[in-house]
């Protein structure tokens, strides 16, 4: 998740560039850079941290004249942060400058074929190879270029590139990443969210989904991969600046719902290749070391915990390796035992949480092997852990983590395979066809979250209600865990959350008539059980709130209401199932008046024990 700003017309685009930078800093903060045409030489220039270190970079610099540009902010996947690894990226020869969001899937084979070819690279990154195959394929048309280069790379994104030799030239494509064409006054803008150029014009074009395009000062184009222009609109945005930050959505909290499905697409790009391989680049720990992990620990704290919790299941049903799960704040004050042959997990969003680095460090003194799973590249995570899997879900603004947990959660699935891959614990048809299978949840979850408005309905009929329970078994416990920590966070209603054959061992004193518990009941082997739940919780006359699998009628006999979610296998289930949770605790929020964004007493990041 980055940001990308680039501009073409009749004024000093410098300070244009830098300030739409600053409205996307939300999308990456690791790094930032920019590139304009100065006396028909592009200039680049870059900045390691946030954007008040690129503007220390741009002062004094004599851009003034520049009249064509670009800009970025980067949220790092491939190479650590750096100004070597901060876009834009040139090609050898410093014609071509070119800035990217997303992910290109089989960049290393290109990087490979490039260098064989002469190409000398300057980053890490997998987005430098876009602008050394733009080199390759430039005979004087850059608008070709942009298109053959399309054709030569996989994976999710959006760029935009200028040469030198096009002063008043702008080219790029996009796949699946977001990018928008301002229009204003004899100029163009281009960014991959609307805040970038909103104080200066209103007028946007949408570009699709593969399609291509070229802007010079008076003219955009929008044409397919065969370069035939294609008609398309002006839009005209009435959004406030602050809606406009927000992607046009109320809250954070709720854009970042409805992100999950590109962070899942993120965070298991480029790692399922296919052929039943597992590659994590990042991880760091040789796969003999892995075969002979003998226990896995998982340490972390709140909603990461309960991804922890979902790895637990998983990693013993695909790797059949033995899966111990602790609160990191009592790991760190145990005494547990450990041993080389211990994987000790902790999990973390921001890599910053104090409790899970202690925990990881005191892993580290007892000779256990350490993998850090968290959303921020370069944290202090990344640098007490053996290795590394990134989640890739971009920058969460809202405090209560939504689209973080999903990103987790599929981390810790691409985990499981891994170890189930070197342990030979599932055949190769098997990692494959549950790799396939995962890849396919982001679809699913676009199309579910396109009509959610059963978890409104279910909200304005009980967010007046003093108490919730959450019941939920196997994969649904850590889901109904978190559904329950949400509804807290943000509503401030008391919730308990329990393993629901443990509900007469004490809680189901808690219940009176029309109390409303809500009941994970996705299919799985654990069905029947939680349906034998359900019973003793009506014939308390308490009022029934589940969330099951698309198809089955059948929960409607046993429930007052349903929130039904698309069909998956049993260990992928926590991935759909959560989602309808976090949407029944975002509205009864809403409509008791909360700020879902910022709850009271709350911090997204806890660095103190």
Same mark, same amino acid.
């Given at each position: 998740?980055?940001?990308?700003?680039?501009?073409?017309?009749?004024?000093?685009?410098?300070?244009?560039?830098?300030?739409?930078?600053?409205?996307?800093?939300?999308?990456?903060?690791?790094?930032?850079?920019?590139?304009?045409?100065?006396?028909?030489?592009?200039?680049?220039?870059?900045?390691?941290?946030?954007?008040?270190?690129?503007?220390?970079?741009?002062?004094?610099?004599?851009? +003034?004249?520049?009249?064509?540009?670009?800009?970025?902010?980067?949220?790092?996947?491939?190479?650590?942060?750096?100004?070597?690894?901060?876009?834009?990226?040139?090609?050898?020869?410093?014609?071509?400058?070119?800035?990217?969001?997303?992910?290109?899937? $089989?960049?290393?084979?290109?990087?490979?074929?490039?260098?064989?070819?002469?190409?000398?690279?300057?980053?890490?990154?997998?987005?430098? @190879?876009? +602008?050394?195959?733009?080199?390759?394929?430039?005979?004087?048309?850059?608008?070709?270029? @942009?298109?053959?280069?399309?054709?030569?790379?996989?994976?999710?994104?959006?760029?935009? &590139?200028?040469?030198?030799?096009?002063?008043?030239?702008?080219?790029?494509?996009?796949?699946?990443?977001?990018?928008?064409?301002?229009?204003?006054?004899?100029?163009?803008?281009?960014?991959?969210?609307?805040?970038?150029?909103?104080?200066?014009?209103?007028?946007?074009?949408?570009?699709?989904?593969?399609?291509?395009?070229?802007?010079?000062?008076?003219?955009?184009?929008?044409?397919?991969?065969?370069?035939?222009?294609?008609?398309?609109?002006?839009?005209?945005?009435?959004?406030?600046?602050?809606?406009?930050?927000?992607?046009?959505?109320?809250?954070?909290?709720?854009?970042?719902?409805?992100?999950?499905?590109?962070?899942?697409?993120?965070?298991?790009?480029?790692?399922?290749?296919?052929?039943?391989?597992?590659?994590?680049?990042?991880?760091?720990?040789?796969?003999?070391?892995?075969?002979?992990?003998?226990?896995?620990?998982?340490?972390?704290?709140?909603?990461?915990?309960?991804?922890?919790?979902?790895?637990?299941?998983?990693?013993?049903?695909?790797?059949?390796?033995?899966?111990?799960?602790?609160?990191?704040?009592?790991?760190?004050?145990?005494?547990?035992?450990?041993?080389?042959?211990?994987?000790?997990?902790?999990?973390?969003?921001?890599?910053?949480? +104090?409790?899970?680095? +202690?925990?990881?460090?005191?892993?580290?003194?007892?000779?256990?092997?350490?993998?850090?799973?968290?959303?921020?590249?370069?944290?202090?995570?990344?640098?007490?852990?053996?290795?590394?899997?990134?989640?890739?879900?971009?920058?969460?603004?809202?405090?209560?983590?939504?689209?973080?947990?999903?990103?987790?959660?599929?981390?810790?699935?691409?985990?499981?395979?891994?170890?189930?891959?070197?342990?030979?614990?599932?055949? @190769?048809?098997?990692?494959?066809?549950?790799?396939?299978?995962?890849?396919?949840?982001?679809?699913?979850?676009?199309?579910?979250?396109?009509?959610?408005? &059963?978890?409104?309905?279910?909200?304005?009929?009980?967010?007046?209600?003093?108490?919730?329970?959450?019941?939920?078994?196997?994969?649904?416990?850590?889901?109904?865990?978190?559904?329950?920590?949400?509804?807290?966070?943000?509503?401030?209603?008391?919730?308990?959350?329990?393993?629901?054959?443990?509900?007469?061992?004490?809680?189901?004193?808690?219940?009176?008539?029309?109390?409303?518990?809500?009941?994970?009941?996705?299919?799985?082997?654990?069905?029947?059980?939680?349906?034998?739940?359900?019973?003793?919780?009506?014939?308390?006359?308490?009022?029934?709130?589940?969330?099951?699998?698309?198809? $089955?009628?059948?929960?409607?006999?046993?429930?007052?209401?349903?929130?039904?979610?698309?069909?998956?296998?049993?260990?992928?289930?926590?991935?759909?199932?959560?989602?309808?949770?976090?949407?029944?605790?975002?509205?009864?929020?809403?409509?008791?008046?909360?700020?879902?964004?910022?709850?009271?007493?709350?911090?997204?990041?806890?660095?103190?024990?």
């Amino acid at each position: 998740m980055c940001g990308i700003v680039a501009y073409v017309g009749p004024r000093s685009c410098t300070s244009l560039l830098y300030q739409g930078l600053r409205k996307l800093e939300y999308r990456g903060y690791d790094s930032a850079g920019l590139s304009v045409l100065v006396d028909g030489q592009i200039e680049v220039v870059r900045a390691v941290g946030n954007m008040d270190s690129l503007e220390q970079e741009l002062k004094g610099n004599g851009h +003034a004249e520049a009249r064509l540009g670009l800009g970025h902010t980067r949220w790092a996947t491939h190479g650590r942060p750096s100004t070597e690894n901060a876009h834009p990226h040139s090609d050898c020869s410093g014609k071509i400058s070119i800035v990217l969001n997303g992910i290109i899937e $089989n960049y290393a084979g290109l990087r490979k074929e490039l260098a064989r070819q002469g190409h000398q690279f300057a980053s890490e990154t997998d987005a430098e @190879v876009v +602008a050394h195959l733009i080199e390759k394929h430039y005979h004087g048309d850059l608008l070709e270029a @942009v298109r053959l280069t399309y054709a030569d790379i996989a994976g999710h994104f959006a760029f935009c &590139a200028i040469h030198s030799s096009h002063p008043e030239m702008i080219a790029g494509a996009r796949k699946e990443c977001p990018l928008l064409i301002g229009v204003g006054d004899g100029e163009i803008f281009v960014a991959s969210a609307i805040p970038a150029f909103l104080s200066e014009t209103r007028d946007v074009v949408i570009v699709g989904d593969e399609e291509l395009f070229v802007a010079t000062p008076g003219d955009v184009q929008i044409l397919d991969l065969e370069k035939k222009r294609l008609e398309r609109e002006i839009t005209r945005v009435n959004w406030d600046v602050d809606a406009a930050e927000k992607g046009g959505y109320e809250t954070f909290m709720r854009k970042e719902i409805f992100e999950q499905p590109d962070a899942l697409v993120d965070t298991i790009a480029g790692r399922l290749p296919g052929g039943g391989q597992v590659v994590l680049e990042e991880m760091l720990i040789p796969d003999e070391v892995l075969a002979g992990i003998d226990k896995v620990y998982i340490v972390a704290c709140g909603t990461s915990y309960h991804a922890g919790m979902v790895g637990r299941y998983v990693l013993e049903n695909w790797a059949r390796v033995a899966v111990e799960l602790d609160i990191a704040s009592e790991f760190r004050y145990r005494e547990p035992v450990l041993s080389p042959a211990t994987l000790v997990v902790g999990i973390s969003q921001s890599g910053e949480t +104090a409790d899970t680095l +202690a925990a990881m460090r005191q892993a580290r003194r007892m000779d256990a092997r350490v993998l850090a799973i968290t959303n921020i590249m370069g944290s202090q995570a990344t640098r007490d852990a053996n290795g590394v899997i990134y989640t890739r879900a971009g920058l969460e603004i809202g405090v209560a983590a939504t689209k973080t947990h999903l990103a987790q959660i599929a981390a810790i699935h691409l985990l499981a395979l891994k170890l189930a891959q070197v342990k030979g614990a599932l055949d @190769v048809n098997e990692i494959e066809g549950i790799a396939s299978e995962l890849k396919a949840v982001p679809a699913l979850l676009r199309q579910y979250l396109k009509n959610e408005s &059963a978890a409104h309905e279910i909200a304005k009929r009980y967010y007046q209600q003093p108490f919730f329970l959450y019941l939920g078994r196997g994969v649904g416990l850590p889901v109904c865990l978190e559904g329950a920590l949400k509804l807290k966070e943000i509503s401030y209603i008391p919730t308990e959350a329990y393993a629901a054959g443990e509900m007469k061992h004490g809680p189901i004193a808690l219940l009176d008539k029309g109390s409303p518990v809500v009941v994970v009941a996705t299919d799985g082997h654990v069905y029947e059980k939680v349906v034998s739940n359900i019973e003793e919780v009506r014939a308390r006359d308490a009022a029934v709130i589940a969330v099951a699998t698309e198809g $089955n009628e059948g929960i409607r006999a046993y429930s007052d209401d349903v929130m039904y979610v698309p069909a998956t296998s049993e260990m992928l289930s926590p991935l759909v199932s959560v989602v309808p949770l976090q949407l029944l605790a975002y509205h009864i929020a809403q409509l008791k008046g909360c700020n879902v964004d910022q709850p009271r007493n709350l911090a997204k990041t806890v660095t103190v024990e």
